[in-house]
């Protein structure tokens, strides 16, 4: 009922900045709790960032703190992540991800209901 799609990602050196976006479907896109998450190669998909359906409060996993910022605009259905100070570690793919069944921001993938197909980061040293 939902589609999620990433935009964004790309090459950049550490200590460098990308800003992605997630374009979502639907008009209920508002009510949606939203979050980012990572997967780096032969590892499992972790956290990154939470935000709730209204803005007002954010989640962050401790390996981003002070370097990435959530957001989102529900006029344009759009959420972000802008990710500043970027480490060789930040290498991943990352995705977004909507979750329309909890009351509250989860920080666990299995929590979500609709994901993106992920778009790639790549920070070199």
């Known amino acids: 009922q939902v589609q999620l799609v990433e935009s964004g990602g790309g090459l950049v050196q550490a200590g460098g900045s990308l800003r992605l976006s997630c374009a979502a479907s639907g008009r209920t896109f508002s009510s949606y709790s939203m979050g980012w998450f990572r997967q780096a190669p032969g590892k499992e998909r972790e956290f990154v960032a939470a935000?709730?359906?209204?803005?007002?409060?954010?989640y962050y996993a401790d390996s981003v703190k002070g370097r990435f910022t959530i957001s989102r605009d529900n006029a344009k259905n759009t959420m972000y992540l802008q990710m500043d100070s970027l480490k060789p570690e930040d290498t991943a793919v990352y995705y977004c991800a909507a979750d329309a069944s909890h009351n509250i921001v989860t920080t666990t993938p299995w929590a979500y209901d609709y994901w993106g197909q992920g778009t790639q980061v790549t920070v070199s040293s």
């Open positions: 935000i709730s359906w209204s803005g007002g409060r954010t």
